[in-house]
């Protein structure tokens, strides 16, 4: 059995750089015909140069492989003439609270200040990529950002805002209110709870930000995401860190699944009897939200077990070890 | 500025087997007349050979230091005659729901079936100590036992109950109610919350079972022990690990906090200005609850500044590299 995916989409991918970007990269560009690609690097990401000079070098680190980076710019204060000028080359801002993640400092840290540069992205028509999380306490971060979303929709209504990898049932419950509001999910929040990081023994392996929720709140996610919401997107959040960041006193947060990213979705989708729509969680509600046409890209998925590898390189990978029921069709996968 | 306090005592310890309770024993016997110690070996200490055997090795790794090891027995069905037979040698019983944490696989599996062995140890007058966590969401686990204390405390109102190392503002709730429960709070959980664990990086070191609550949960702990509640006892539930077991991946769940338990202690009453309840808290409460008079054994903490190693041994403990404004009197510690 295999299934053909039309042009499927990544619209929330951390592909580092140097190094790990080669490494890295090639997973994405194996599954993917594009992927929304995030700024926060060591320098953020937040100029016309620097932002064309990265998507140079992700493109190189493809290889031969076609991936379409969807950049973004690291949200601060813009200028309507900077904003005109980006707006053919990005897809969207991405707006980080200050601290709230890795390589987030330079993010907002006063959102009364931010008013003038997104009213310039609703006038210029250039989507507001979130990452939706106060300082409060770690479970309760996603719910407590939730009027920020609420605030942005509503005062900008012609803006296009993503609320990026939700968690929680809440966020299900906003997205539902607001036309004007998407959002992604990942791979790892549709499978772990808390319980899963921190139940048994510590997995700093599933540790990422924001944190897995309950069970409850996982179960919200996969109902909106197996009914087929139009606004759901898949974005996958592949963060990798090299060993020597998990391990240590203080571990790094963030879950390397871009390996893993289509044939366990299928698998998932497949359990929850609705394969038929995972084409649009992976690529058609993406297209409609972003209005962008991808590269013709198909790529193809075979029922065909195989195990994933316990390391690629120095990064661990979601699901290091386990068997998945689906491949990549011709890919170079050790079958079990 | 100096503080005498009479007897303290560590009402809930873990001191392992081996090299390791060569390693960590001393630091335990350095601040305490005496400690609780917990059953869960590797083997569990569940005969009476078994334990005199452990009592045997603690008191030998105290070196000259006098402290009196409280034994306890690993639950399980004993016959009234083993209970009779145990009953001047231990201290209590102590019950873990099967496999919810370090080596508690022999634990109990079946609530439904333990009654017997409570009734003798409620006729012959022997404490039961108890994990009180279930298996289901992590956060949750602790409240959701909580209904388990209740049907002991009313079922068999002569026993006394030690519901081990509260975390939840219910836990706090439930002691109020019944007072034949009394209950150990660890220095840990008076300090942080989840946030501290997996709020910023995860934080291996601060992971515990049961794990640190939210921010209105330390508070309800606090507030309870601070305005000296009778029935709280301090219990460190100290539990070192060796470095290779909390940086591989899968941490094990365990703050060692011998080392620091004191000195931390006094300047947490001292901030919250009740350092007259010190005492009460580390050995009063707990005379009177489990009726023990601890042979005489003072133990001095001055004001005297340190800062806590980053290792002891392969172990690193609570508070490595911070430093704490109380030490003990005549220590060694290196002043800072």
Same mark, same amino acid.
């Given at each position: !059995? ?17 190094? !790990? ?105 250039? @989507? ?75 997995? @700093? ?132």
């Amino acid at each position: !059995m295999t299934l053909l995916l039309d042009s499927p989409l990544d619209m929330h991918l951390h592909l580092r750089e140097q190094e !790990m970007l080669r490494l890295v990269a090639p997973f994405s560009a194996a599954q993917f015909a594009g992927g929304v690609i995030m700024p926060n690097l060591v320098q953020p990401v937040d100029s016309l140069p620097r932002l064309r000079d990265y998507r140079a070098a992700i493109i190189a680190a493809c290889g031969p492989e076609p991936f379409t980076p969807y950049m973004t710019l690291f949200f601060r204060d813009y200028s309507r003439a900077e904003l005109l000028a980006a707006r053919d080359e990005v897809i969207g801002l991405k707006l980080y609270p200050a601290g709230i993640t890795t390589q987030s400092e330079a993010g907002v840290a006063d959102f009364d200040r931010i008013g003038t540069t997104v009213a310039l992205l609703e006038e210029l028509d250039i @989507p507001l990529l979130v990452h939706g999380e106060t300082a409060g306490f770690v479970m309760d971060r996603e719910r407590e950002f939730l009027a920020v979303y609420q605030w942005l929709a509503e005062t900008f209504p012609r803006l296009r805002i993503v609320m990026e990898h939700i968690t929680t049932a809440e966020a299900v419950a906003v997205l539902e209110r607001y036309d004007n509001i998407a959002a992604t999910v990942t791979l790892h929040h549709l499978m772990i709870t808390l319980d899963d990081v921190a139940g048994g023994l510590l997995q @700093p392996d599933l540790f990422c930000k924001p944190i897995a929720k309950t069970p409850r709140d996982r179960e919200a996610l996969r109902q909106a995401v197996f009914r087929g919401h139009p606004r759901l997107l898949f974005g996958s959040d592949s963060a990798p860190h090299p060993r020597d960041k998990k391990e240590c006193c203080g571990c790094a947060a963030g879950v390397f699944s871009a390996p893993v990213a289509l044939p366990m979705l299928a698998q998932l989708f497949e359990e929850a009897d609705c394969l038929e729509r995972l084409s649009a969680f992976v690529s058609g509600n993406a297209r409609q939200f972003y209005r962008i046409t991808p590269p013709q890209k198909p790529v193809g998925l075979q029922r065909a077990a195989w195990r994933v590898p316990e390391l690629y390189g120095s990064v661990r990978a979601f699901l290091a070890g386990q068997e998945l029921r689906w491949s990549l069709a011709g890919s170079g996968e050790a079958k079990v």
